[in-house]
């Protein structure tokens, strides 16, 4: 093999080495991982066996437990603690029929104001005045009208029912006193114009700093053209962007890798499982799939719905017993509960990248060689050396254009492909050698080779994309 060739796989090495230093230094600087409950699925567990939520959630924090994801208010939420009635304008003129309406939607039908289409609403004064201001981000303000003690919005029932509403103080509270940090679930609603938005997130930053957002359901809120604006406002609310962890495009939220690029470095991954998932799911293996996504892939928010009881198996228990074994593996791995905090962007210098690169480059020729000679197609050392220069050439055209990622991904394929052919090529026993001694010498050497392939490897997909998976190499 030419000997400057394999010297610039060695320059390549060391700057790929130094590349995975400093990548290091950014991964090692957050080892606080957020265990967070989904707070409606733990609090249906308490009730389900007739404790209070509040106490569930007080032991839970006992057990290593360090947020609650909390979701926005709905109609439908506060009907089921009985803080609201409402029905639509068909509902309140069949009941009126049979003479069973209460006191303001009675007054509405007698006044000749109830009509089909629209839903009334009826709360206490300031309640109703909570769901106005709701409706009016997510409808407009001038959709929005007060007949009497009722509130009128129009639209379909399941969709307004569901539309969220925002925070109240009192729903942050419970859990803050509890000393956990409350996640925010934020759900799109479509239709809602930007001057809602606006409205919306400056409600949302006026219950404090820092709380990590993570959607519901299956967009991002904003989506599709106000994504840009969501950006914006979580940003200046010092509100991070928890970034579910999925494994199929079909499961992406729409829009999130918009909002990841915009919030970029605000983004902070999370892992989560299914209710589904978990029913399929030992214990066991649900522990070992938490630790290992916080070990392996920086994910930095563990999302925990509860297992549901089974016969013979108590839920609370066996809940807070799967939080202690979660808690003490982290700890074990040099990983602490605790508040999640964004990476900060990795800043590798272009040059140290450049280095990488002609130490890929090099091994990508080393490995055309071998390759030529196969096929009966000599490639000399200036040949391969002119290949290396058209691609440090590409590099420098990419880094100042759009495309700088890609070609690292490109070359990140090509390496990883032609450094095993070179393994092979220089590792493979020679005649005269006695073969078992041999076999174990080719083995060792086409695995040292393989290795340098991975450093290199690994070193061209460092960056803030690859590792908060913004982007995704796939080869």
Do not use: C
């Amino acid at each position: 093999m030419p000997r400057t060739l394999v010297g610039a796989v060695g320059a390549g090495l060391l700057a790929a080495f130094a590349v995975l230093a400093m990548r290091a230094s950014v991964e090692s600087s957050s080892r606080d991982v957020e265990i967070a409950l989904d707070g409606p699925d733990w609090e249906a567990l308490a009730r389900r066996e007739g404790q209070d939520p509040l106490t569930l959630f007080a032991r839970a924090r006992e057990h290593g437990a360090t947020a609650v994801a909390v979701y926005e208010q709905t109609l439908k939420r506060l009907a089921e603690q009985g803080e609201v009635a409402y029905a639509t304008g068909g509902q309140v003129l069949s009941r009126a029929r049979m003479g069973s309406l209460p006191g303001a939607f009675r007054d509405l039908v007698a006044a000749g104001a109830a009509r089909p289409g629209r839903l009334y609403i009826a709360a206490s004064p300031e309640l109703l005045g909570f769901v106005g201001t709701g409706f009016g981000e997510v409808l407009g303000p001038a959709q929005v009208r007060r007949i009497g003690g009722l509130l009128e919005v129009p639209g379909l029932l399941e969709e307004l029912e569901e539309a969220p509403l925002g925070y109240m103080p009192r729903d942050l509270a419970p859990y803050t006193r509890l000393g956990l940090h409350p996640l925010l679930r934020l759900r799109n609603y479509p239709g809602m114009a930007a001057s809602g938005l606006r409205a919306k997130m400056a409600r949302l930053a006026q219950l404090g700093r820092g709380y990590p957002v993570v959607f519901d359901k299956t967009e991002v809120l904003g989506y599709a053209g106000l994504i840009p604006q969501t950006a914006a406002a979580l940003q200046s609310a010092q509100f991070p962007y928890g970034r579910i962890e999925v494994f199929s495009v079909r499961r992406k939220q729409r829009g999130e890798d918009q909002l990841a690029a915009l919030m970029r470095p605000h983004v902070i991954r999370l892992f989560s499982l299914t209710a589904d998932e978990l029913l399929a799911l030992t214990p066991e293996s649900v522990r070992d799939k938490f630790v290992l996504a916080a070990r392996e892939r920086n994910i930095r928010i563990l999302y925990l719905r509860p297992i549901l009881p089974t016969a013979g198996n108590v839920g609370t228990d066996a809940n807070l017993v799967l939080l202690d074994q979660i808690t003490g593996d982290l700890t074990r791995f040099g990983l602490r509960p605790g508040p999640a905090r964004a990476f900060p962007d990795i800043r590798i210098p272009r040059v140290l990248m450049l280095g990488v690169i002609l130490g890929a480059l090099a091994a990508i020729a080393l490995a055309l060689m071998p390759l030529g000679r196969a096929v009966g197609i000599a490639v000399p050392e200036k040949v391969a050396w002119a290949l290396v220069g058209i691609g440090i050439v590409v590099s420098l055209l990419t880094m100042t254009g759009g495309l700088w990622v890609l070609w690292r991904k490109i070359l990140a394929l090509g390496t990883a492909s032609a450094v095993p052919v070179l393994a092979v090529a220089v590792a493979f026993p020679r005649a005269g050698v006695r073969p078992g001694l041999a076999s174990v010498g080719a083995l060792w050497v086409a695995s040292l080779i393989s290795l340098v392939g991975g450093v290199l490897v690994a070193a061209l997909l460092s960056g803030w994309e690859f590792m908060m998976a913004a982007d995704v190499f796939l080869g």
